[in-house]
């Protein structure tokens, strides 16, 4: 009973660890696919996106720092897909969720992308595995 109780003690201790430094623990079994943002058109886009069935999760450590119109989307190998817009960017940091499309599959894209609407370029993608 000892080393359960100190298994669990331990393993509670860890998860407030990460969740103090920001980092968010990936339980087995896993919910979505995770990729890490890189900027682009000269743009600072940084953190972790999430990717699940029907929503798309900018987590916590998500940074951007700012552009005109910035929207989020779905794209394919390098090529944002228009028709994945879920909207305007709600913050330019922290944790955020959006809505995917109807009629839109998740798993036929590999990339996440803030993505300027009034100048038409990319401002920041998150490959998936």
Known sequence: MTNRRQFLMGSASA?????????????????????????LSNHITTGRTEVLQ?????????????????????GIDGQYIPETDMG???????????????GINTGDFNEVYIWCRKFSVPLGVAVLP
Request: overall charge negative; aromatic content about 8%.
């Open 54 to 74: 029907n929503e798309v999760v900018l987590l916590g450590d998500f940074e951007f720092d700012g552009a005109p119109d910035p929207r989020v989307g779905l």
């Open 15 to 39: 998860v407030a660890a990460m969740a103090v430094s920001g980092v968010t623990p990936a339980f087995a079994g896993g919910h979505g696919r995770i990729g890490e943002f890189s900027g």
């Open 88 to 102: 305007p960017l709600n913050n330019n940091s922290g944790m955020q969720t959006y809505e995917v499309p109807a």
